[in-house]
């Protein structure tokens, strides 16, 4: 039997090494920096073990011209063989980046003689590619390490495989798009809870800020027609065989009305068969 691979990638301090720790937790053979060159021999080895080795995770990390060039041929290898595979793409900031180097005092493995941001800058030019054919994107510049298990549990920790996992996830567009978001979709047309006073110091998930926000004209025909569109897209996905979407709902601060629409929606998604986790990535920062 011919194992299930993940390869896992991404910048340099977004995560990577957690993110084998999670599937090795759910049971994943996970494989640290192995030479791209050497996957395919590892799946071969998986599909000698008589299914001991059914689901394999690869971290690798790009640091040369010849090391990407060694990944796109394996890659090809592995397509002509019809490997089930997925990439995993690990993003952040150049902010969160130069924080965490710095926090740890160690310098980025591509900076050489210059600064950190020349060695992300550097790194990022070369993963390009590799970012572009990833199946899953991670902004990890606002997750904390358990949020990001929580999101690679969601999509990894199922034995079966669903038609369809999805994360909804609000946001403030003060904090800046979600650069893993395959759909965004904006509530800023809705009245801000923020400027009534009883209603401040509550978020979306209370009964009294969701009830304000869809009783505003318009809000209950927008969470209509928009998980209709997702209907529609979500099908389009599966046969495309998309397994996975992001769905982004921003309004100003990410506190009050992407919060309450945020959970109306991964509801609607879930009563209509989707796995899906809801995730407020800019809650409590205001």
């Known amino acids: 039997m011919i194992p299930e691979l993940v ?25 640290d920096n192995l030479p791209p060159e050497l996957i395919p021999t590892m799946v071969d080895l998986g599909a000698r073990s008589q299914g001991n080795v059914a689901r394999i995770a690869v971290v690798v990390d790009v640091r040369g011209r010849s090391f990407f060039d060694n990944l796109k041929e394996s890659l090809a290898d592995l397509s002509q063989r019809q490997v089930k595979r997925r990439i995993v793409y690990l ?10 180097f710095e926090s740890v005092r160690r310098p980025h493995p591509l ?28 902004d990890t510049s606002g997750l904390n390490v358990h949020e990001l298990r929580a999101k690679l549990d969601a999509r990894f920790a199922g034995e079966e495989e669903p038609e369809l996992r999805a994360t909804v996830m609000s946001f403030g567009y003060k904090y800046g798009l979600p650069v893993d978001a395959d759909l965004v979709a904006d509530c800023r047309f809705l009245p801000n809870p923020h400027w009534v006073p009883e209603l401040r110091p509550y978020n979306g998930t209370s009964e009294e800020v969701s009830d304000y926000v869809f009783d505003q004209p318009g809000a209950k025909e927008f969470l209509d027609r928009y998980a209709e569109l997702l209907q529609l897209v979500a099908a389009g996905y599966r046969r495309e065989g998309k397994r996975y979407v992001t769905v982004a709902v921003g309004c100003t601060g990410g506190k009050h009305r992407s919060v309450a629409v945020s959970e109306k929606l991964a509801r609607r998604l879930s009563d209509a068969g989707v796995e899906t986790v809801v995730v407020h990535r800019d809650m409590g920062r205001e």
């Open 7 to 31: 390869i896992i990638s991404g910048m340099s301090g977004a995560g990577r090494s957690t993110a084998a720790k999670c599937l090795e937790d759910l049971g994943w053979f996970v494989v």
């Open 111 to 138: 900076q050489g003689d210059g600064r950190i941001v020349d060695g992300i800058a550097a790194e990022r030019d070369l993963l390009r590619e590799l970012r572009g054919d990833a199946d899953m994107v991670i």
């Open 91 to 100: 993003e952040a900031s150049d902010e969160a980046l130069v924080r965490r």
